[in-house]
């Protein structure tokens, strides 16, 4: 594989042309660095992959496109302060960890994190977030939120992880 063969399959996986760029020019493995294109590369298990018909940026596009959903959906119970519909979007050995200064509460297993929202839905009952930002790498996501109240309001990121198709860890960071 050529390298503009190679920076066009990054593309069509959604990558940025300077990073595909940085790709196929970092890669010891790459041809232009006079070694073979390695059998287990990205860019290889695309090509081998298209001779079946799915090719790795297609299985990436989906993982990506049920991580959001998985996400989405627990973004939306929380703000319906539907605990059975929270439930339902995370794992048996979801870990959360919250905002607690200083370095944040963490809970581990579904009723650990699910009595964390049970007391952050009675300490806030108006509670609502906003979504800012959602960033989606395959199973994981990076959301930037908007929560406010009556008198003020704090921003911050929630590093998330899905399996199966729902939560299984929420990593909580606020500014301030």
């Given at each position: 594989m050529w390298p503009h063969e190679g920076i066009k399959t990054a593309q069509r996986c959604g990558v940025p042309a300077l990073a595909a760029e940085l790709?196929?020019?970092?890669?010891?493995?790459?041809?232009v660095h006079g070694g073979p294109l390695h059998a287990t590369s990205p860019i290889a298990q695309?090509?081998?992959s298209l001779s079946t018909g799915?090719?790795?940026c297609e299985k990436q596009g989906t993982m990506n496109d049920d991580t959001r959903a998985a996400v989405e959906r627990f973004h939306e119970a929380l703000n319906a302060h539907d605990i059975d519909a929270?439930?339902?979007?995370?794992t048996d050995d979801c870990l959360f960890e919250d905002t607690t200064p200083p370095n944040g509460t963490r809970h581990v297993g579904r009723d650990a994190m699910l009595d964390a929202i049970r007391r952050f839905f009675a300490d806030s009952p108006a509670a609502h977030f906003d979504i800012e930002e959602l960033v989606i790498a395959g199973d994981r996501a990076l959301l930037?939120?908007?929560?406010?109240?009556?008198?003020?309001?704090?921003?911050?990121?929630?590093?998330i992880r899905v399996r199966d198709g729902r939560v299984s860890e929420s990593l909580a960071y606020v500014k301030g």
């Open positions: 790709i196929e020019t970092t890669d010891p493995t790459n041809p695309n090509q081998r799915t090719t790795q929270v439930a339902a979007c995370i930037r939120w908007h929560y406010a109240w009556a008198d003020g309001h704090v921003r911050g990121v929630d590093v």
